[in-house]
């Protein structure tokens, strides 16, 4: 482990062991969470449990798109932001400090943008030692306490499979366990997570909803192309692109071979 490591393991309180961390390449450029009592105004995560206080979140955020715009992928961009503020530090800490957040939904607050798009995340101090390395468990009270109940609550007010939630998820995930091994502090940290992603059931017997996410598809580039299993449905808004990784794009369709 190399100094700044040590130093960052050694730090008593985990929320400035993972604040310093995210002062240093390669996380430098994402958006850290928040500690302690809001100075904002937020709301506790578990209310995007409660149909109405949902439904108002996803109103404010559907009229940035227009009279009319496309629920299902409204809330789909909605969930990526959402998804991307809980997991990634999350699991930054879980990986790199071998430390829980305290990322329950009756825990966590939400600080939301005029439009409702989740601005940043607040968390009460304190986090607390993994209780389990074992790849299959140690996310538990990420994907199964919070996750879960809130991929359940977007595709009922918004009709849209769970598997495209699970997916915008996977996404992140996918990015967080290779961003972690390539850590030039924590080399090969990733490892516990991409091998969660690669297990197509869960130890209680359930497929594994975030089984690949993404793939690696040999497209004639110089490497390989990183392309998502599942489309986000983003594109059904007026003027919006697919995006790169988009398993709808042309390009990155493999080739079928000629008979």
């Keep these: 482990m190399t100094e700044m490591a040590e130093v960052a393991a050694r730090l008593e309180d985990p929320a400035e062991a993972l604040l310093a961390l995210y002062r240093q390449p390669p996380l430098d450029k994402l958006k850290a969470p928040r500690f302690g009592v809001p100075d904002v105004p937020t709301i506790v995560a578990s209310a995007l449990l409660d149909h109405e206080e949902l439904e108002a979140v996803l109103g404010r955020f559907m009229a940035t798109f227009g ?3 496309d629920r299902k992928a409204a809330v789909s961009i909605w969930s990526k932001f959402h998804f991307s503020s809980v997991s990634i530090p999350t699991l930054v800490a879980n990986l790199l400090l071998k430390q829980a957040l305290p990322v329950g939904l009756s825990q966590m607050r939400l600080e939301l943008a005029k439009d409702g798009r989740p601005a940043h995340i607040w968390l009460p101090e304190g986090a607390e030692p993994l209780l389990s390395q074992d790849p299959l468990v140690r996310f538990d009270y990420l994907f199964d306490d919070h996750c879960a109940p809130v991929v359940e609550a977007l595709a009922a007010i918004s009709g849209l499979s769970p598997k495209v939630f699970w997916s915008n998820l996977g996404h992140y995930v996918e990015f967080v366990g290779k ?32 089984y690949l996410p993404v793939r690696y598809l040999e497209l004639g580039g110089e490497a390989p192309t990183r392309v998502r299993r599942l489309c986000c449905v983003k594109y059904r808004l007026p003027d919006e ?9 042309p390009e990155n369709r493999p080739a079928k071979p000629s008979r």
Excluded: I
């Excluded at 091994?181 to 975030?210: C, I, K, V, W």
């Excluded at 692109?241 to 794009?249: F, I, N, R």
């Design 67 to 69: 009279e009319g715009a």
């Design 179 to 210: 961003t972690c091994s390539q850590h030039p502090l924590f080399e090969g940290a990733g490892e516990p997570l991409l091998r969660y992603l690669e297990a197509r059931t869960l130890p209680d017997g359930r497929r594994n909803p975030l």
């Design 241 to 249: 692109p697919l995006c790169g990784g988009c398993p709808l794009k």
